[in-house]
């Protein structure tokens, strides 16, 4: 049976298996008080975390979570920081005059004496979907291989994993430290392993992410699944459903029986 798989399964992280949205909101908080003097020495406003976890969906990579933060203390409504997040992030760190490479060693530099310091807190931290064990046994008893796909840096997963009893090959993870974009690491990956990429299956929670592999010309035949239950806000799945746009909603109550009938067709 192993030799007839021939579907290839790549999985995101965090949104897809893991909910780290009130660690990445502490984090922030906690880059922030670096930058800015008055956040030092406090924990993270519990009212700051419930808006935060609200516009998650606006994140892409996790530095980009010192700026939400920022517009949140700020006290600018929900709905102006959803219209125009990307050009207030961009204004924020302008500001500051850090560059992106400088903001991502900051929050790997909390978010890793974070777990260092106090790891049990840490994890705590952190929740993992119901049958995120099962997406990864589907991957590893139906699909060629199983990777893990994410802009977290890789030490991070692992550990993550690790916590929460997940079996999984350390070499099939490709996080932030990679240096290239999701695109560029799935595509070099169908290319060395010789898979097409129409047996190519990808479930991530970030409608532009999937937007950008269907539009990519080598890429847009892969079975493209954006994971209901991520970082999403309830508009998005409209938008996809009425823009009949080449990407398929996957539901947490299907997700099993859709995986295994992908990886028979």
């Not at 203390?73 to 125009?84: P, W």
């Not at 204004?91 to 530099?109: D, E, G, R, Y």
């Not at 916590?163 to 290239?180: Q, R, W």
């Amino acid at each position: 049976m192993k030799n007839q798989k021939k579907k290839v399964l790549f999985i995101d992280f965090d949104g897809v298996l893991c909910d780290s949205a009130n660690e990445t909101g502490r984090c922030a908080w906690l880059a922030g008080g670096i930058i800015w003097e008055d956040w030092r020495g406090t924990d993270i406003p519990r009212t700051h975390l419930e808006k935060f976890k609200k516009l998650r969906p606006l994140i892409e990579t996790g530095y980009q979570s010192i700026a939400l933060m920022k517009l949140i203390d700020e006290n600018y409504t929900e709905t102006f920081i959803k219209k125009e997040f990307h050009f207030m992030m961009e204004q924020v760190f302008t500001s500051i005059s850090l560059n992106t490479k400088a903001l991502i060693n900051l929050f790997s530099k909390i978010r890793s004496d974070w777990m260092e310091v106090n790891p049990k807190t840490w994890l705590a931290w952190h929740k993992i979907y119901p049958f995120s064990k099962s997406l990864i046994k589907i991957g590893k008893n139906y699909y060629k291989e199983v990777y893990i796909v994410s802009t977290k840096q890789k030490k991070f997963i692992e550990k993550l994993l690790y916590f929460f009893e997940i079996d999984f090959n350390p070499e099939n993870i490709y996080g932030l430290e990679s240096g290239k974009n999701k695109i560029e690491i799935i595509e070099n990956i169908l290319k060395e392993t010789k898979v097409s990429p129409k047996n190519g299956v990808f479930i991530d929670d970030y409608k532009d992410t999937l937007l950008a592999f269907a539009a990519n010309d080598f890429l847009k035949e892969m079975r493209l699944y954006l994971a209901s239950w991520g970082y999403l806000f309830p508009e998005t799945i409209e938008e996809i459903e009425n823009e009949k746009l080449n990407l398929r909603i996957l539901h947490s109550s299907l997700a099993e029986d859709i995986l295994k009938k992908e990886s028979m067709q």
